[in-house]
């Protein structure tokens, strides 16, 4: 099993920056794959971003793109999300989640964190 809690979610105004985190415990958790989702009020959950659990491969949602970045930490077993120029769409219930899959789909995530509250003002 791979225990997951997110941390770093907030209050903010609109165009500013927060860094979500993601620790892990358990299992083994170098080698996931792992992704952030959000699910907003009255929406489903979507994908934001993912990286690869090998190889330095990222992607990312066009929603998010240039202004989220995720990595992770050098002990590999934290995985960031840098969120910069936030605007009130992002607000949102952000979760992250590992796969031995590639893959944006929330179906195919075996493990998940309880999720964090972002919350951006106008």
């Known amino acids: 099993q791979v225990q997951l809690a997110e941390s770093g979610g907030g209050l903010v105004q609109a165009d500013g920056s927060l860094r979500l985190s993601c620790a892990a415990s358990g299992r083994t958790f170098s080698n996931f794959n792992v992704g952030w989702f959000r699910r907003a009020p009255g929406k489903e959950r979507e994908f934001v971003a993912r990286?690869?659990?090998?190889?330095?491969?990222?992607s990312y949602a066009d929603s998010v793109k240039g202004r989220f970045t995720i990595s992770r930490g050098s002990a590999r077993n934290t995985v960031y999300l840098q969120m910069n120029s936030l605007n009130p769409e992002d607000t949102a219930v952000y979760y992250c989640?590992?796969?031995?899959?590639?893959?944006?789909?929330?179906?195919?995530?075996?493990?998940w964190g309880q999720g964090t509250q972002v919350t951006v003002s106008s």
């Open positions: 989640a590992a796969s031995r899959s590639w893959t944006t789909s929330e179906w195919d995530y075996d493990y």
């Open positions: 990286i690869h659990g090998t190889v330095s491969v990222t």
